[in-house]
């Protein structure tokens, strides 16, 4: 009996090492995930939620950082001449302006992600109604996501601005 209390004690002695070791690492790891985006709990909250997206699109060339900052401010002098406040801002960060910012500026439109993914079904419209859209898909099968890729984006983060925070990286 008694070696068994030994070895009952050393596992759990064991057992108890390791899960130490576990927090440890775990609490390491995910320190260097919070640090790695900067961006979060600055521009918006800690980021709930993630995905890949696929992109059924090439970086063009010629996509650099200015290309990324000029198509934000485009956007953005847009919203700003229609006749109602912009539900959105939208920005780029990054060194090389590869990160897509769309931060929901009313309760309501971003509440939700389902809400966050029509609007980003709206942007698809949108920039299908452009001329060069067209021209790079004359078939109307890319999206947004498809257009940012084009743009040379690597990631986009949407949130409501309050409570939570979803980020796509796009490949």
């Known amino acids: ?21 576990l927090v440890a690492i775990l609490g390491t790891a995910s320190d260097a995930v919070s640090t790695e985006d900067r961006h979060a709990g600055y521009y918006y909250p800690a980021v709930s939620s993630s995905e890949i997206y696929h992109s059924r699109a090439e970086t063009l060339r010629d996509s650099d950082r200015n290309r990324r900052v000029g198509f934000v401010t485009g956007v953005t002098a847009g919203q700003t001449e229609r006749p109602y406040a912009p539900i959105t801002a939208m920005y780029a960060k990054g060194t090389e302006a590869e990160k897509l910012i769309l931060i929901g500026l009313q309760n309501g439109p971003l509440d939700t992600l389902f809400r966050a993914r029509a609007v980003l079904a709206m942007l698809t419209a949108t920039a299908r109604t452009t001329a060069v859209f067209r021209d790079l898909d004359p078939q109307a099968h890319y999206t947004f996501l498809d257009l940012l890729k084009l743009l040379g984006f690597t990631q986009i983060t949407v949130s409501d601005g309050r409570t939570w925070a979803h980020q796509i990286e796009i490949q």
């Not at 008694?2 to 090492?17: D, F, I, T």
């Open 1 to 21: 009996m008694r070696g068994q209390c030994r070895s009952r004690g050393y596992r759990l002695a064991s057992a108890w090492l390791a899960g130490c070791a």
